[in-house]
């Protein structure tokens, strides 16, 4: 399996988010994961939310605390460069939070904060 961050949109955000992002690319729905293609870049993409039963109680506690309802949505990516770009298309405006599977859940805004301080900017370490 590849790599993969979940972002955590709130709810009244989900719609234009999924929007987004079957926009972006061209978008083919398929089993387990959707598949993405922009440009070079592919990803899968996981809408069913059931990713939720990978999150501890108190995970879920503070992810409601920051956002409210929220959905989640699963990313499947082959490198940094290509999520990045992705990121840097889809989460403008929006709010909700990155989970990186490595330990942090990041502000939508901070991503792409941290993106424009750092273009290299990487959250596996």
């Keep these: 399996m590849r790599p993969t961050i979940v972002l955590l949109s709130v ?4 719609g234009e988010l999924v929007s987004r992002c079957r926009d972006v690319g061209t978008y083919e729905p398929m089993p387990p994961f959707d598949r ?13 939310g059931r990713v939720i039963e990978d999150y501890e109680q108190d995970e879920l506690a503070e992810i409601a605390e920051r956002l409210g309802e929220f959905d989640l949505i699963t990313l499947e990516y082959s490198g ?5 770009t992705l990121l840097q298309a889809l989460l403008p405006g929006l709010t909700g939070l990155l989970d990186t599977n490595f330990g942090e859940l990041i502000g939508f805004d901070e991503v ?4 424009a301080a750092g273009p290299d900017w990487d959250w596996r370490g």
């Design 36 to 48: 993405l293609t922009v440009g070079e870049c592919w990803y899968g993409v996981d809408l069913s």
């Design 11 to 14: 709810k009244d955000g989900t």
């Design 112 to 115: 792409l904060s941290r993106f």
């Design 80 to 84: 940094v460069p290509c999520i990045r």
